[in-house]
C-alpha cells in the first residue's frame, strides 16, 4: 500500500536537505514543534493544509510544487506497483508530468499541449 503522508514526509525531508537546513531551523520558522516536523518527516504523521502552508513558507517552496512532486512520486510508485503485481500485462497509461509552460500572445484558448506518444505507451518488462 502507498502511504501519501510517506511520500509527502519524503519530499519535505529532500527539499530540506536541498537547502542544507536542519529540522530545527525549519521547525523555528514554521512555528511548528521539531518532534512533530520529524514525525512528517517520516511519514508517522499526517500534516494539515495549515502545518503544510507554514513548512512551505519556511522552505520558502510553493506548495503546489511540493504537491506535483508528491504527484510524481505518487505516480512511479503506483506504475511500480502495478508492474509487480501483474508483470505480464500492460501497465496503464500514466498521464505525463508536464512542466511549466510559457506562451505569450496566444490567447489560451488557442494553446494545445500534446505529450509524446512514448510518454503514454508504458508497459511492464
Known sequence: MILLRRLLGDVLRRQRQRQGRTLREVSSSARV??????????????ASSELLSAI???LDVR????????????ALAELAQSAAATPSEP???V?????SVSVTGVPPERVTIKAPA??????AA
Open 95 to 99: 498521464r505525463p508530468m508536464l512542466g
Open 118 to 123: 512514448e510518454a503514454v505507451d508504458v508497459v
Open 56 to 58: 512551505c513558507d519556511a
Open 91 to 93: 501497465v496503464k497509461p
Open 33 to 46: 514543534s521539531l518532534g512533530y516536523l520529524s514525525e512528517v518527516e517520516r511519514g508517522q504523521k499526517e
Open 63 to 74: 506548495m503546489s510544487e511540493l504537491m506535483r512532486e508528491v504527484s510524481d512520486e505518487l
